[in-house]
């Protein structure tokens, strides 16, 4: 059985309530020892820029920024889609240092042969 997670987002801070139930899942996953993967795609890239993880998306919901840092010290790491990334014209010195530019044969490779436990926001 795998002990792997991926969490696939395409909101951005648009919909920050969104975004904060998919940073739940995934730091959950990745606080519980699983390996964990956030793919990142349309308005999601935006997220893996350096700054960009601001506010509270609800009453009582935590800060994002605390999210993502908790995502970070659990060893969680960001798949960010390079031709989502690359046609709103980022800048991919400012990824996080989590992230990096990778498509879906890098996301299926690291998935590998055993399988992922999947979510999708």
Not at 8 to 14: D, F, K, M, Q, R
């Amino acid at each position: 059985m795998s002990n792997k997670a991926v969490v696939s987002l395409t909101t951005g801070l648009e919909d920050a309530e969104k975004v904060t139930v998919a940073f739940l899942v995934a730091v959950g996953a990745a606080e519980q020892q699983r390996e964990t993967l956030m793919f990142l795609t349309k308005e999601a890239v935006r997220l893996a820029l350096d700054g960009t993880i601001q506010g509270v998306a609800c009453e009582g919901c935590p800060p994002l920024p605390d999210l993502a840092a908790r995502f970070e010290t659990a060893g969680g790491i960001y798949m960010v889609c390079p031709i989502c990334f690359e046609a709103k014209h980022l800048d991919k010195d400012a990824l996080v240092s989590n992230a990096e530019l990778a498509g879906t044969v890098p996301m299926w490779k690291w998935i590998g042969d055993e399988g992922a436990v999947t979510f999708s926001y």
